[in-house]
């Protein structure tokens, strides 16, 4: 059993990085609440002592009024020595104002995320988004809009190993599945002074993976994971399993599947992965895919392969399901 850890961040212990050295200043309060990004330059970080895998981190930022449009934001999954590392892979998160070419490519104005791997040359790759730099997604309603001076922006991201949320007051601009990598949450600065970054907070929500064998009769077991009230679990399934020992399939089950009598539950798809109220055995949802389920105070769920009642015991293999609790 466990609980959602809130932490306040101190930016005091954080860090700062560059490409180039003296490309940022990064200036931080006494009580450690903001830092202030002064100098226009090179693409710079500010990154954290914590990683960011399995959280949820707040803050707010608030371009001031410099005169320039260039690009402010944040990065994700991103390690000591990133600058330096030819192996790096990490997700950028920037904003630029204003539409610019310059050193041989493009920057569009809007909100964007991208996918940074190796050692990028500064342009075109990071000021254009090629190259190393691969763009994924831009935001749904700012992906071709501007940020404004002296705006408070709140930023909520939630950062997993397959799946990113990154909210902008309170609206979804990206909802994207992929491979992340683990690794810290970075202030981003490409040649825009006089940026503030503030208010930062984590949530650590509790996570882990269960296995559910192909063969189990009773299916398996899986408890509220908090230690009190409601908790939304997010259940993503990946593998295989075999049924009879000579027809594999996913999680999904297989639709036209032919029985010899019906499977445990005729209503849901044969030798799916499905999910039940234990209490009740009845179907609350097929994990065909990623699905969030909400788990009343100590409530047990079931997880189980819906086959024919009897025909278990040739079944092989494991579905494999990662959780994790989600606001």
């Known amino acids: ?28 309060s006494g009580n450690g609440e903001q830092v202030v990004q002064s100098i226009n330059g090179n693409p710079a970080f500010f990154y954290s002592d914590f990683t ?10 608030i371009p001031g009024n410099s005169g320039d449009d ?3 934001g944040f990065a994700l999954g991103f390690n000591p020595g990133d600058t330096k590392n030819p192996n790096a892979n990490f ?11 310059y050193g041989g490519g493009t920057a569009q104005v809007g909100l964007a995320v991208s996918l940074v791997t190796g050692i990028p040359p500064l342009t075109p790759d990071m000021w254009g988004h090629t190259g190393k730099v691969k763009e994924l ?17 709140k930023f909520d991201f939630v950062y997993g190993k397959s799946h ?17 990598s683990e690794g810290r949450i970075a202030f981003y ?16 929500f509790p996570n882990g993976k269960v296995e559910v064998p192909a063969n189990l009769v009773a299916g398996l077991e899986f408890l509220n994971p908090l230690d009190e009230g409601v908790a939304k679990v997010k259940l993503t399934p990946s593998g295989n399993w075999s049924v009879k020992s000579d027809k594999t399939v996913t999680s999904a089950g297989e639709k036209d599947a032919k029985l010899f009598n019906q499977v445990a539950y005729p209503n849901n798809t044969p030798y799916s992965l499905v999910v ?8 609350i949802d097929e994990l065909d895919s990623t699905k969030v389920i909400t788990m009343e105070a100590a409530q047990k769920i079931v997880l189980k392969m819906n086959d024919e009642p009897g025909w278990y015991w040739d079944n092989t293999g494991n579905i494999a399901v990662d959780w994790i609790v989600v606001e």
């Open 1 to 28: 059993m466990a609980k959602i850890i809130t932490q306040t961040t101190d930016l005091r212990t954080w860090k700062e990085e560059s490409y180039v050295s003296g490309s940022a200043q990064w200036t931080v």
């Open 52 to 61: 960011v895998f399995n959280t949820k981190v707040s803050g707010t930022i």
């Open 70 to 72: 260039d690009f402010i």
């Open 91 to 101: 997700i950028l998160i920037d904003w630029k104002k204003g539409t610019q070419a």
């Open 137 to 153: 997604a831009r935001a749904k309603t700012l992906g071709s809009v501007g940020w404004v001076n002296n705006v408070e922006y």
């Open 164 to 180: 990113l949320e990154i909210f902008v007051n309170g609206v979804l601009e990206f909802d994207i599945q992929g491979n992340f």
């Open 189 to 204: 600065n490409y040649s825009q002074e006089n940026v503030i970054y503030k208010g930062f907070e984590s949530k650590i």
């Open 276 to 283: 039940l109220n234990q209490a009740t055995d009845q179907v």
